[in-house]
Structure formats: structure tokens, C-alpha cells
């Protein structure tokens, strides 16, 4: 519901979640924001799920669990630059 209302400069988005399909969830925010900057995540073995993003548009991957928080930073600064406002 947030994506309608606001456009975030990057949204995390896991691949499988208790209520709802990430795949799915990704389809729905790129119809609604088509550039949206999305990184997947994911701890589970879902290569085909993976895959399938990233040829629709997704800006990466992160693997959970996370070794070490600076990993986020770093996939932030990647797709958003060092020097983002967001940062």
C-alpha cells in the first residue's frame, strides 16, 4: 500500500514472506512504479525466483542471513551512490 502513496528511492523486498509472494509483490510495485530501484533477498534456495527478477529489473541480490550490516550500506550505496541524500 506504501508504494502507492510514496515513491521510495529503494525498496528491499524479500523473496518469500508470510502473507504474500515476493515475485508477485515485485510485479505489482513494477506496474505501479516502473522505475523503482528494488533489491531482492532472499535465505532461501530460489534461484528461479531470483532469476526472474533481476530480468524484470531488479537492482540485486542480498542473501540472509545478513554477515554483517555494512553489507546493506554497501548494496545502498551501489544502487543509490555514496553521496545519496538517502545515505
Do not use: Q
Amino acid at each position: 500500500k506504501a508504494v502507492t502513496k510514496e515513491a521510495f528511492a529503494l525498496i528491499f523486498l524479500d523473496v518469500i514472506m508470510p502473507e504474500v509472494d515476493g515475485l508477485e509483490l515485485f510485479k505489482t510495485i513494477r506496474k505501479i512504479r516502473p522505475k523503482a530501484k528494488i533489491i531482492m533477498m532472499t535465505g532461501f534456495a530460489v534461484e528461479a525466483a531470483i532469476n526472474r527478477t533481476l530480468k524484470l529489473g531488479a537492482v540485486g541480490v542480498m542473501r540472509k542471513p545478513f554477515k554483517h550490516i555494512n553489507d546493506i550500506r554497501r548494496a545502498v550505496e551501489r544502487v543509490l551512490g555514496k553521496h545519496s541524500e538517502y545515505h
